[in-house]
C-alpha cells in the first residue's frame, strides 16, 4: 500500500531545543494524525488534523495541517528527556477509514 | 479514556500452531483494527471491522483470518504460524469511521 515520506528517521535533541519532523505524500488527505510511541507500548494520539491550513497546539507539540492536504509537520518546543520516542504521522483519505502511516521519526537524547 | 486491552503483552509459539491474539475495547467503538509493526516497515494493516462479523482486508491479510463475534472483541488468528510472522501486533479501535484510532500496548510475538 501506498506510504508517506516522514523525515527525518531520526534525531537527537538536547534540553530546551525546538524540533521539527514532517510528512509529505503524493496523495491528498482529509485528516492528519500524529501519534507517540514509547518502547514496549502502543502509539498514543498527540493531535488530530481536520482542515487544510489548520494549525493545533497541545502543550508544547503544535502540528499543522498542509494547505495543499498533500503534508503536515509537527514541532516541539523546549524539549524535555522524556520526548524521546518515536513519532508517527497517519493520514486518513475521505474515501475510507483506512490509515497510512509514515515510517516514524525516531527521537533521542543526544550524548 | 479509550482503553484498548491486547491480551497478552509477549507470546512465544512454534511454526505450524494455530495462535489467537484477542483485543477488547471498552468504548463501544464501531471499528477495530490489526496492524503488526516492523523495524524500517512502519505499521501495516492487517485486517478491520467496521460492525459485529464484518471484516476487510488490509493491505497484508495473507497468512491471518479475524474474528468479530462482539463489538467489543476482535481476534486475529493466525492459521499456522510461521516465522515470519514474528513481529510487534498492534490493536486499535476508533468509534466512527473518520475519528482517530486508539491504540492497545501491543502483542511482542515470537514464532520459533
Known amino acids: 500500500g501506498q506510504q508517506l515520506n516522514q523525515s527525518p528517521q531520526s534525531m537527537f535533541i538536547q534540553e530546551g531545543e525546538d524540533v521539527s519532523m514532517n510528512c509529505t505524500s503524493s496523495?491528498?488527505?482529509?485528516?492528519w494524525l500524529w501519534y507517540k510511541q514509547d518502547p514496549g507500548e502502543g502509539p498514543v494520539l498527540l493531535i488530530a488534523?481536520?482542515?487544510?491550513?489548520e494549525l493545533t497546539s497541545n502543550g508544547r507539540l503544535t502540528a499543522q495541517f498542509g494547505i495543499t492536504r498533500k503534508d503536515s509537520f509537527l514541532n516541539i518546543s523546549a524539549s524535555i528527556p522524556s520526548d524521546v520516542g518515536i513519532y508517527f504521522c497517519?493520514?486518513?483519505?475521505?474515501?475510507?477509514?483506512?490509515?497510512?502511516f509514515g515510517g516514524g521519526t525516531r527521537v533521542l537524547v543526544k550524548p | 479514556d479509550v482503553k484498548v486491552t491486547q491480551s497478552s503483552r509477549y507470546l512465544v509459539k512454534r511454526t505450524g500452531e494455530k495462535v489467537f491474539l484477542e483485543c477488547v475495547q471498552d468504548?463501544?467503538?464501531?471499528?477495530m483494527f490489526w496492524y503488526r509493526q516492523d523495524p524500517g516497515l512502519g505499521l501495516r494493516l492487517i485486517y478491520f471491522?467496521?460492525?459485529?462479523?464484518?471484516?476487510e482486508k488490509g493491505d497484508i491479510p495473507e497468512g491471518y483470518s479475524v474474528s468479530r463475534e462482539k463489538k467489543e472483541r476482535f481476534s486475529l488468528i493466525l492459521e499456522s504460524a510461521s516465522t515470519n510472522q514474528t513481529s510487534m501486533y498492534l490493536c486499535?479501535?476508533?468509534?466512527?469511521?473518520?475519528?482517530?484510532?486508539?491504540f492497545g500496548d501491543g502483542t511482542r510475538l515470537s514464532i520459533l
Open positions: 486499535a479501535s476508533s468509534p466512527t469511521a473518520n475519528q482517530p484510532q486508539h
Open positions: 496523495s491528498i488527505f482529509n485528516t
Open positions: 488534523l481536520y482542515k487544510a491550513g
Open positions: 497517519a493520514g486518513q483519505q475521505a474515501a475510507g477509514n483506512k490509515l497510512t
Open positions: 468504548m463501544d467503538h464501531e471499528n
Open positions: 471491522s467496521y460492525d459485529v462479523k464484518m471484516k
